[in-house]
T-cell receptor
Framework: RKEVEQDPGPFNVPEGATVAFNCTYS??????FFWYRQDCRKEPKLLMS???SGNEDGRFTAQLNRASQYISLLIRDSKLSDSATYLC??????????FGKGTRLSVIA | EPEVTQTPSHQVTQMGQEVILRCVPI?????FYWYRQILGQKVEFLVS????????KSEIFDDQFSVERPDGSNFTLKIRSTKLEDSAMYFC????????????????FGDGTRLSIL
């Protein structure tokens, strides 16, 4: 069975803090990796794709470790607007997206 | 920015009734998907659709479910005889091509239809 496991959360952090989320996936054939963000009762929205060499988009940095089947997301200088659930998502070739249950982040003023 | 749109935003239906959930994918996209999310649980894949036929479906997508693209624009999900456990958010998604390797193209989601079965 293909599973994606994430930190349980919730993470409650002050504004300006740095926070990291972890994710592991069970299917070693997974080829594509994403972080999506989901606000309460809203649709998942793509935050960033995750590339083998790691990648950065502003305050967000994603890392992939294929050997350990591990993905991470680092958020620097947290903003109130970063409060959401962060979904780790993997995909094997042409198969559908497999979602983790998500980690909830609350950034507090 | 183009969007995936879904209607209705909320559907309340009696158990045993048929429901049709509608989606308009992004216009130049070729692949269409339905997912569902039961309250408090993870997003789950239901079905994918390409070239006017189902390309993959999950074990959730049983004989009570069907999909159609009747007019080249709308993409619908029909549940023939709803059960209480069908209550969930249903998300439509589309992508230009299937995500493969590093040439991945993410799926874009509509804002969902909340289905409540009474």
């Amino acid at each position: 069975r293909k599973e994606v496991e994430q930190d349980p959360g919730p993470f409650n952090v002050p504004e300006g803090a740095t926070v990291a989320f972890n994710c592991t996936y069970s299917n070693s054939a997974s080829q594509s990796f994403f972080w999506y963000r989901q606000d309460c009762r809203k649709e998942p929205k793509l935050l960033m794709s995750v590339y083998s060499s790691g990648n950065e988009d502003g305050r967000f940095t994603a890392q992939l470790n294929r050997a350990s089947q591990y993905i991470s997301l680092l958020i620097r200088d947290s903003k109130l607007s970063d409060s959401a659930t962060y979904l780790c998502v993997v995909k094997e070739g042409n198969t559908p997206l497999v979602f983790g249950k998500g980690t909830r982040l609350s950034v507090i003023a | 920015e183009p969007e995936v749109t879904q209607t209705p935003s909320h559907q309340v239906t009696q158990m045993g009734q048929e429901v049709i959930l509608r989606c308009v994918p992004i216009s130049n996209h070729l692949y269409f998907y339905w997912y569902r999310q039961i309250l408090g649980q993870k997003v789950e894949f239901l079905v994918s659709f390409y070239n006017n036929e189902i390309s993959e479906k999950s074990e959730i997508f049983d004989d009570q479910f069907s999909v159609e693209r009747p007019d080249g624009s709308n993409f619908t999900l029909k549940i023939r005889s709803t059960k209480l456990e069908d209550s969930a958010m249903y998300f439509c998604a589309s992508s230009v091509s299937r995500t493969t390797g590093t040439g991945n193209q993410p799926q874009h989601f509509g804002d969902g239809t909340r289905l409540s079965i009474l």
